[in-house]
């Protein structure tokens, strides 16, 4: 189930999304190249996880259009979801199956020919290194390997695009690196392009190609960190950037919900 | 032709992931198949022994537990079933839900998924009532096709409540709504039906509302299938076609509502 070939497998044009008065998204003109590891950040409220869930067909835009994939956001949604990947900051495994029968849905529900099931099962369970782990509860696991888990079992299909929502929020340190190193393994031996939302300029940094700023739902600033950094100052952080962009209000953003979503998932995930 | 068997087969692999996990899960942690166990004891031991001393409430000169019997099968199933939309709203706050609802499997797919694992867990409920009312000496009939009877129309209760309770849960959209709501529909879907006694006895408002109320089909069919010379009032078939079509609309509706969840 591989989409046609686009120049981008994101791109949008002026997407909008309205909540009654609220503009959540305002106008995004994006574009995410193949094969490349895109950053979204941007402060609480800025749009990002609004923006994310409508490139993932779970809400449908107010305005404006999209192609993901290759496929019309509006049109094609059920092909949008067979050929992209999405790992929510929520806990998306299942905690009373197994590792194993977790990966088992998703190869059923993206219709895995059943004679390779077993075969990507493996391979899916090698690569995140949970093969030892595989026939225990999830919800025994650490953060880090129900990450790992999370990504296993939403690229198993091998997705051209891969969406993920703050994936290492609440990790330590050494299960983040993981996750990065996996991320990139996915790029590099699947040519995978990602699309990544994150609170950590470190993550930027280490891991993303190009970075988009979100603030107040319209996006800001698109580029590499080095050109976003320099166009702050000779010896300017992405904090900079950010703060050079978003500064100024201090409260911008993230209502009761945002943060009690943010603080489950980060203890889900710890 | 070749490509709607392959439709109809990728249509099935979807509905059986759902529901395989949903049992697996209960395999798992079969606990709650016994504590389910225990209502529809109580029912049976406590309040059908006693009421079964009152008389005419049964026309014919039936025992009561008898006919009590096929209305706890029925209630046991019901209350089990009617949680499947708590389960929906959990799935839902932890995130679970998202990873069905971003996977291509149709939507209606996923809710006949939750409806089919419904149906098991009604069945495994089915077998414990069963134990329970040969223990209490009911004339239960086990020739293999009132059985399979009894299995078929206990799988279709199961996913039209399962299903009726997904709808609420996709309205209502929080856990304490949920259960305020739940308590409040489940009460008179039970009390308004034939379950715990003949729709002959009640007054004429209410014979209306059961006439109208699935459950009391559920439990008619259940009478003339479960017991030894049990009889059905509105014939099977009248049963079946009012059951298979509240299914099929509930499920329509579901599946345009389960969606709106994950907004």
Known sequence: ?270 | MARLAEAIMEYGTEVHAVADAEIRKLRHDPSEILTRAIQPAIWLVLFGEVMAQVRGITSDNGRYLDFLAPGILAQSVLFAAIFYGIAAIWERDLGVLHRYMVSPAPRSALVLGKALSSAVRGLTQAVMVYLLALALGIDVDISPVKLLGVACMIALGSGLFSTFSLIIACIVKTRERFMGIGQVLTMPIFFASNAIYPIDIMPGWLKTISRANPLTYQVDALRALMLIGGQSKFGLAVDCLVLGATFVFLVFIAARLYPRMTT
């Not at chain 1, 046609?4 to 106008?27: C, R």
């Open chain 1, 1 to 270: 189930m591989l989409a046609p070939p686009a120049i981008f497998p994101i791109e949008t044009h002026g997407l909008s999304k309205a909540f009654d008065q609220n503009v959540a998204v305002d106008h995004v003109d994006l574009q995410v190249r193949q094969r490349e590891i895109f950053g979204l950040i941007g402060p609480n409220g800025a749009g990002k996880s609004t923006l994310i869930k409508m490139l993932t067909t779970l809400l449908p835009p107010t305005s404006g259009d999209a192609t993901v994939a290759g496929c019309d956001l509006r049109r094609e949604a059920r092909q949008i979801r067979a050929s992209i990947g999405y790992v929510p900051q929520l806990l998306s495994a299942d905690g009373a199956l197994t590792g194993y029968e977790n990966l088992l849905l998703s190869a059923r529900l993206y219709l895995i020919p059943r004679a390779e099931r077993a075969q990507r099962i493996r391979e899916a369970l090698e690569m995140t290194e949970l093969t030892g782990a595989a026939d225990r509860l999830a919800q025994h696991y650490s953060g880090g390997m129900l990450r790992r888990l999370e990504i296993a079992q939403s690229t198993l299909h091998r997705p051209a695009l891969l969406i993920m929502d703050e994936p290492t929020v609440g990790l330590d340190p050494v299960a983040r690196t993981a996750i990065w190193n996996h991320v990139r393994g996915l790029r590099d031996r699947f040519g995978t392009t990602i699309l990544v939302t994150t609170h950590v300029m470190e993550e930027v940094d280490a891991l993303c190609d190009r970075v988009g700023i979100m603030h107040r739902g319209r996006l800001e600033k698109v580029g590499t960190p080095a050109e976003l950094k320099a166009g702050v100052g000779p010896s300017a952080t992405l904090d900079d950037v950010f703060m050079a962009i978003a500064g100024g209000d201090v409260e911008s953003g993230g209502d009761y919900r945002d943060v009690r979503q943010t603080r489950r998932s980060a203890s889900d995930h710890g």
